[in-house]
């Protein structure tokens, strides 16, 4: 099973068809989530959304790995990523197939 990528637009659509929004005026709100939650997790180096999931971001230090093919050991550079960990609502509702 390939994962479906549900893009912004179709977002702002639902947005708009739900609540009774223009579509401009839902992309407008969409933006402004999106971009509230990358300041958040900018600011604090995590973000967590109550009952559905938390973000943090993690500092990898240097460490030494080995390329897969030639099994040739590399230096691997510090670098910052971020992890996702769903609520156990979120897993639940998941879980079931869904529905509120």
């Given amino acids: ?3 479906k990528t549900i893009t912004r637009t179709e977002i702002s659509e639902a947005i708009a068809d739900k609540i009774g929004f223009s579509k401009q005026r839902a992309n407008q709100i969409l933006e402004t989530v999106l ?3 990358i300041q958040g997790l900018i600011k604090d180096g995590q ?3 109550s009952s559905f999931a938390s973000f943090n971001i ?3 230090n ?3 790995g080995r390329n897969p093919k030639t ?3 590399v230096m691997i550079t510090p670098r910052k990523t971020i992890s996702f ?3 156990d609502i979120l ?3 998941v879980l079931k197939g869904g529905g509120s």
């Fill in 71 to 73: 099994g040739q050991e």
């Fill in 1 to 3: 099973m390939t994962a």
């Fill in 91 to 93: 897993k639940s509702r």
């Fill in 35 to 37: 971009e509230e939650m």
């Fill in 58 to 60: 993690h500092k990898k």
């Fill in 62 to 64: 240097n460490r030494i």
């Fill in 47 to 49: 973000l967590k959304l």
């Fill in 85 to 87: 960990r769903a609520s």
